[in-house]
């Protein structure tokens, strides 16, 4: 089965520093990754996704995500956080289930404090 | 265009009862999924629809659970003889088409149940 891990429950990043969301994923074949955003009181978002090419994905909102084969990685990252960067924020990886279907399996997600 | 809408926004139920959740995906996405979020905490798959059919029901987690997809477009999930447990948001989502699943997903507002 296909997985994904966020290892942090939490991150806490002060104004105008990067920030950096893990997550790691283990798939059989080759990984489809996506990361989603969640906003206080609304609804999911997609930032951003990887499927082929280059390994650095450019997203939504300054985001981006940097897929890496070898640590089975796809950290999010943001060169400068803003205080409106605050969200929960999930990894996800395409997953092929038993009847040969598709589905998308989530991370637990990431809550991410940016302060002023 | 109109993005994905689910009804009822909130529903508080008496325990016992059966309740039913729509969801209305966007125009033309012949994918959709159903998915349940407790109170800060991740997704849980439930099921998703390739057309009116369904290839992966793996994620309800009992047989209260039901779902239907008619003319490729609307879907209801049922939940019945609901039990506190069921308490939680629950999100319907829409893609282009399941199997090409690098296709990114569009979330509903979701629908809070609370079940009493």
């Known amino acids: 089965a296909q997985s994904v891990a966020q290892p942090e429950d939490q991150v806490n990043v002060a104004e105008g520093n990067p920030l950096t969301v893990k997550c790691t994923y283990s798939?059989?074949?080759?990984?489809?990754l996506f990361w989603y955003v969640q906003y206080p009181n609304r609804g999911l978002q997609f930032l951003l996704k990887?499927?082929?090419?280059?390994?650095l994905v450019k997203g939504s909102y300054g985001f981006e995500a940097e897929f890496n084969k070898s640590q089975t990685s796809f950290h999010l990252k943001k060169p400068s956080a803003l205080v409106s960067d605050s969200a929960l924020y999930f990894c996800?990886?395409?997953?092929?289930?038993?009847?040969?279907?598709?589905?998308?399996?989530f991370g637990a997600g990431t809550r991410l404090f940016v302060k002023a | 265009g109109a993005g994905v809408s689910q009804s009822p926004s909130n529903k508080v139920t008496e325990k016992g009862k059966d309740v039913e959740l729509r969801c209305d995906p966007i125009?033309?996405?012949?994918?959709l999924y159903w998915y349940r979020q407790s109170l800060g905490q991740g997704l849980e798959f439930l099921i998703y629809?390739?057309?009116?059919?369904?290839?992966?029901k793996s994620g309800l987690p009992s047989d209260r659970f039901s779902a239907e997809r008619t003319g490729g477009s609307v879907s209801t999930l049922t939940i019945q003889r609901t039990q506190q447990e069921d308490s939680a948001v629950y999100l319907c989502?829409?893609?282009?088409?399941?199997?090409?699943?690098?296709?990114?997903?569009?979330f509903g507002p979701g629908t809070r149940l609370t079940v009493l």
């Open positions: 990887y499927i082929t090419g280059d390994n």
């Open positions: 989502a829409s893609s282009l088409r399941a199997s090409g699943s690098y296709n990114e997903q569009f």
């Open positions: 629809f390739q057309g009116n059919s369904a290839p992966d």
């Open positions: 996800a990886v395409r997953d092929i289930g038993n009847t040969g279907g598709f589905k998308t399996i």
């Open positions: 798939v059989s074949g080759n990984p489809y």
């Open positions: 125009s033309g996405h012949t994918a």
